[in-house]
């Protein structure tokens, strides 16, 4: 069974027993804010092509325009909705949309938008764009709490740049050289542990 056909597979279900979460979720934000139920943001995807990424809308309309493209803890741009749908990661579920339509994948690399994309090593910056983004990565779950690093930072944006996104860009290249579904299903796995158990996985664990 391809990875493409999972992801078709499980994308869908997912859509339709997810739907009753999806509208609490999309009144509870209108109620809350004014402006849209989803944020959508362009996003590097395979082959450096470009696309909208669906994300529940956890942030005051324009929100860039305001400040930086990376969000830190206790950011002022969050609605009360936004706070709680991030720590549970609730916001990333429309991109289950994504994956539907092809634009990503339930496992891979996560999609950057073009700023950040533009530090990617040459070396390694078509590798890494050869397999599709996807909604959760070994990088996800190693830097969950990573609007709290940054909210500790001077400056966020640098530290950001320097320092959290190399070694992100090595997960996403160990994770373009394997691309294999047992390493799919073990980083879902770990993904929902930290999600609903909130364990710490040690970095030097190996998937």
Same mark, same amino acid.
């Given at each position: 069974?391809?990875?493409? %056909?999972?992801?078709?597979? #499980?994308?869908?279900?997912?859509?339709?027993?997810?739907?009753?979460?999806?509208? #609490?979720?999309?009144?509870?934000?209108?109620?809350?804010?004014?402006?849209?139920?989803? #944020?959508?943001?362009?996003?590097?995807?395979? #082959?450096?092509?470009?696309?909208?990424?669906?994300?529940?809308?956890?942030?005051?309309?324009?929100?860039? =325009?305001?400040?930086?493209?990376?969000?830190?803890?206790?950011?002022?741009?969050?609605?009360?909705?936004?706070?709680?749908?991030?720590?549970?990661?609730?916001?990333?579920?429309?991109?289950?949309?994504?994956?539907?339509?092809?634009?990503?994948?339930?496992?891979?690399?996560?999609?950057?938008?073009?700023?950040? /994309? *533009?530090?990617?090593?040459?070396?390694?910056?078509?590798?890494?764009?050869? /397999?599709?983004?996807?909604?959760? !990565?070994? *990088?996800?779950?190693?830097?969950?709490?990573? +609007? =709290? %690093?940054?909210?500790? *930072? /001077? !400056?966020?944006?640098?530290?950001?740049?320097?320092?959290?996104?190399?070694? =992100?860009? =090595?997960?996403?290249?160990?994770? *373009?050289?394997? +691309?294999?579904?047992? !390493?799919?299903?073990?980083?879902?796995?770990?993904?929902?542990?930290?999600?609903?158990?909130?364990? !710490?996985? +040690?970095?030097?664990?190996?998937?």
């Amino acid at each position: 069974m391809t990875k493409r %056909l999972l992801d078709i597979i #499980f994308s869908g279900l997912g859509l339709i027993f997810l739907s009753p979460l999806f509208i #609490f979720i999309s009144l509870w934000i209108k109620c809350d804010s004014p402006g849209p139920i989803f #944020f959508r943001q362009e996003r590097v995807g395979q #082959f450096g092509k470009t696309f909208l990424i669906h994300k529940f809308r956890t942030m005051i309309v324009d929100a860039e =325009k305001c400040g930086i493209q990376i969000t830190i803890d206790k950011d002022y741009r969050i609605t009360k909705s936004g706070f709680l749908l991030r720590h549970y990661k609730l916001d990333e579920l429309p991109q289950l949309i994504d994956v539907l339509l092809g634009k990503m994948s339930l496992v891979g690399p996560r999609p950057e938008v073009p700023k950040y /994309v *533009a530090y990617y090593p040459e070396d390694v910056r078509d590798l890494i764009l050869s /397999v599709k983004p996807g909604i959760t !990565d070994r *990088a996800s779950i190693e830097f969950r709490d990573e +609007n =709290k %690093l940054l909210g500790h *930072a /001077v !400056d966020p944006e640098k530290i950001y740049r320097e320092t959290i996104l190399p070694i =992100k860009i =090595k997960y996403y290249k160990n994770y *373009a050289l394997k +691309n294999n579904i047992y !390493d799919d299903y073990l980083i879902i796995k770990k993904t929902l542990q930290s999600i609903f158990k909130d364990r !710490d996985f +040690n970095r030097t664990d190996n998937l």
